[in-house]
């Protein structure tokens, strides 16, 4: 499967943006899907998780605020993010794997999230 990444940009604090993760080449309902994110200097990190049967999982920082969806129809995820802050500045990535997994095997190119006044 191949992830195409979108929907980055600069955002004020306490605003909102929707990303998303558009796959080829297989249905995103095969798969485990994921957002990671990777801040300026930092290592990259989990943010959410949606699985086949569609229950989903966030880190805690990101819980009550961000939603993590799928669109079979469309073959694409998505990842609304709301009452940003400048702590969510990151390159946002998209993953997937056949199985939940720590280290996904398939990886989109990052999206830049910039959380700014």
Do not use: H
């Not at 969806?69 to 997937?96: G, I």
């Amino acid at each position: 499967v191949q992830l195409q990444a979108s929907g980055g940009g600069l955002v004020q604090p306490g605003g909102s943006l929707k990303l998303s993760c558009a796959a080829s080449g297989s249905s995103v309902s095969r798969y485990t899907m994921y957002w990671f994110r990777q801040a300026p200097g930092k290592d990259r990190n989990f943010v959410a998780t949606i699985i086949r049967d569609g229950r989903t999982y966030y880190a805690d920082n990101v819980k009550g605020r961000f939603t993590i969806s799928r669109d079979n129809a469309k073959n694409t995820v998505y990842l609304q993010m709301n009452s940003l802050n400048p702590e969510d500045t990151a390159v946002y990535y998209c993953a997937a794997d056949l199985s939940p997994s720590d280290n996904p095997t398939n990886w989109g190119q990052g999206t830049l999230v910039t959380v700014s006044s």
